[in-house]
């Protein structure tokens, strides 16, 4: 079906030669002589994408996004494997691919148009659906060269999206350009997911993949090391950029109600309990807005560890951060702790956050951030519900502190101000 | 079939193709205020200067022709041809590295390259060629019925020169050194073919190698149709013809065999 997508056991090795003219010397000898090295950009990749999902491909530089990008939209050939991509692609590989400078936009766009494949009857009809979009004005008929950067990307996007294609690559574009025409461009892109076209999209912004995807995929050092649900997927990745630095476990273990978290670190120091309670130090799950929470959690050291830090992080529903800080920022823990040492700490938090489910992650390590040392860092340990408290109804994430000053201007009845204030 | 394929492709990118030639030919008068007047202005001080400095002028004369004008005619015939051979192979030799960014951002059929380039430098030839027809016609040396030979000899060198230049463009992508390798050949090339000087000042005996030439042929060919009105010995032509079927099947394994790996070198 158009909007299909398998990938079997995909393999993409590039040759390095030492020297240049050692690539010439195994063809004069017709490939009998082997001076190169393979490099395996990718390997073993399986999946399948049925039409209509919305897949985010997250990974960290040089893990192998790019190239299977470039296999997907059928520029670069797979080394073994097969990837069958059905129906019309467009990629957004790098806006503003073939723009030349020196004509103006319309021909441009006609130009990239006819090299997706398109008719020049299917382009020109198709402009003023282009240049609408594109927002230029009367610059569709300058040289692309007097375009600001945010216009040339502006007008690239608009012709890549101007029909709907069966299957849509993103590859990190949308942070290019300001922030309206970044919501025009999701906006697009919501309107092709619902009409069914099959999206793969790159990004290192977790809420971009989080808000437009059904699905993620972890790619690591050429392989797929990860595919699920978005949320857990990047919890993994960010777990993958603290081991970067150190030697680390990873594991997911399994919370309660079948909820699964990640826990990964060098576990110098370990969480041995955390509790959630509520003010009277009772332990809690549930919270009327702008109650006080207490995070209490308990840490047992295994080696020595100088100064840790201990931080707590709030997501949303949909694991958007919504409140993070550790104690290097609040009040510095200092000392040296050795093995068998237990420290206890408790956060105590006024919870000002909008109705809904959040959850809570709990970890330590040295220094400001998770990624100088990280001991252990426990995603999604507790979950817990913020209900409804006494305060007037409100919308949105946060609860924000709001008064309101309301100043009647008239001839008669003087000057009165009233003024009412939340919480 | 793979050359139907390609054939297809080509076809049904051919919006595509007449854009990139019309882009090219827009392209190279952009800005200027004549436009396209240059596109004709270029061919006839050519003309001008092969026919009218060379032969009034310079009073350079062919050996045993009374015409004063045998000399800037045969010229033409030579120059005017080859200059059309080395557009294709040297444009079809870098428009793989020129279009560098198209190839690795977009997945189209990479045969569509050196067909543009193929039709876009005979869009150029046409109007030169067109321009010297008139030259003939006014000045009264039309050569009448033979210049339908030119036809099958001009699909013969520009099929050699493609088939030249896509093996060469795809190789050179590998190996930076086959475009400047190619630029010295081509200067040899053109020195050992008689198109500045007349045959008769060539010892007899070199002359003989020299018709190992593969385009000594072609050129001779050209300059005899144009200057005596003559048809082509076709039964000279046949080591062109099997040099360019020769050309034509290496260049299309290469072109097979190479051009997947093209993009990751690019």
Not at chain 1, 101 to 111: E, H, I, K, M, T
Not at chain 1, 222 to 234: E, K, N, Q, S
Request: hydrophobic content about 45%; some cysteine.
């Amino acid at each position: 079906m158009n909007g299909d997508i398998l990938v079997s056991n995909l393999g993409k090795s590039y040759r390095r030669y030492a020297r240049r003219w050692h690539r010439l010397g195994e063809w004069l000898s017709g490939e009998r002589l082997v001076w190169h090295e393979d490099f395996w950009a990718l390997r073993g990749i399986t999946f399948s994408m049925p039409a209509g999902e919305s897949v985010g491909l997250i990974g960290l530089n040089g893990a192998g996004k790019s190239t299977l990008l470039k296999i997907l939209t059928g520029t670069t050939q797979p080394t073994e494997g097969t990837a069958q991509v059905e129906g019309r692609t467009a990629a957004l590989l790098e806006l503003g691919m073939g723009f030349h400078p020196d004509f103006s936009g319309r021909q441009n766009a006609l130009v990239a148009g006819q090299l997706m494949g398109l008719s020049v009857g299917e382009v020109a009809a198709l402009m003023p659906e282009i240049e609408a979009f594109a927002e230029i004005g009367e610059y569709i008929t300058q040289p692309v060269r007097t375009y600001s950067t945010g216009m040339a990307v502006r007008l690239a996007f608009a012709v890549a999206t101007a029909a709907r294609p069966d299957v849509l690559i993103v590859d990190e574009t949308l942070s290019v350009g300001d922030v309206y025409f970044g919501h025009k461009c999701i906006r697009r892109i919501n309107g092709f997911q619902q009409a069914g076209t099959t999206i793969l999209f790159v990004s290192h912004d977790p809420l971009a993949v989080k808000t437009l995807c059904d699905r993620a995929l972890l790619l690591d050092g050429g392989r797929l090391i990860r595919d699920g649900l978005p949320d857990r997927v990047l919890d993994y990745y960010n777990a993958l950029i603290a081991k970067r630095e150190a030697h680390h476990q990873i594991l997911q273990v399994e919370v309660e109600r079948g909820r699964t978290t990640t826990r990964h670190g060098s576990f110098e120091a370990r969480i041995e309990e955390i509790d959630l309670q509520d003010g009277a130090g009772k332990s809690a799950r549930a919270f009327a807005v702008g109650d006080w929470g207490r995070v209490r959690a308990r840490v047992r050291f295994t080696s020595a560890v100088v100064a840790p830090t201990i931080g707590v992080l709030i997501r949303d529903r949909v694991g958007n951060d919504v409140f993070g800080t550790n104690s290097f920022h609040v009040a510095p823990i200092e000392g040296t702790y050795g093995p068998g040492d237990e420290l206890t700490v408790d956060f105590d938090v006024q919870l000002n956050l909008g109705v809904g489910p959040y959850t809570l992650t709990v970890a330590v390590h040295s220094e400001a951030t998770h990624l100088a040392n990280n001991y252990d860092w426990w995603d999604k340990v507790i979950g817990f519900e913020i209900v409804p408290g006494p305060e007037p109804p409100f919308i949105g994430l946060t609860c924000l502190p709001v008064q309101l000053h309301v100043a009647p201007r008239g001839t008669t009845g003087g000057r009165s101000t009233r003024t009412a204030s939340g919480r | 079939m793979k050359l139907v394929g390609r054939l297809k492709a080509v076809w049904a990118y051919r919006g595509f193709i007449v854009g990139m030639v019309a882009r090219d030919f827009r392209g190279r008068y952009l800005g200027s205020i004549l436009g396209a007047a240059w596109a004709v202005l270029n061919p006839v001080a050519q003309i001008v200067i092969y026919t009218l400095i060379f032969s009034q002028v310079m009073r350079a004369r062919l050996p045993n022709m009374q015409d004063t004008l045998a000399y800037g005619l045969y010229l033409c015939a030579g120059a005017l041809t080859w200059n059309y051979f080395v557009e294709v192979l040297l444009r079809s030799q870098t428009v793989f590295l020129e279009q560098a960014n198209m190839l690795k951002k977009a997945k189209f059929p990479r045969v569509t390259l050196p067909t543009y380039v193929f039709l876009s430098a005979t869009l150029n030839f046409a109007i030169v060629w067109g321009l010297f027809l008139l030259f003939l016609l006014g000045s009264g040396r039309w050569p009448g019925r033979a210049l339908v030979a030119l036809l099958p000899l001009l699909l013969i060198q520009q099929t050699l020169a493609i088939g030249l230049g896509l093996a060469l463009g795809v190789v050179n992508v590998f190996f930076r050194d086959v475009a400047q390798a190619v630029g010295i050949g081509l200067q040899f090339w053109f020195w050992l073919t008689p198109i500045v000087y007349p045959l008769s000042v060539v010892p007899e005996t070199l002359r003989k190698l020299m018709a190992w030439n593969p385009l000594y042929a072609l050129v001779v060919s050209y300059q005899g149709i144009v200057v005596e009105h003559r048809w082509p010995i076709w039964s000279d032509l046949w080591l062109m013809c099997a040099l360019t079927l020769v050309v034509a099947v290496v260049s299309g394994r290469v072109f097979r065999h190479l051009a997947p790996a093209m993009v990751d070198e690019l």
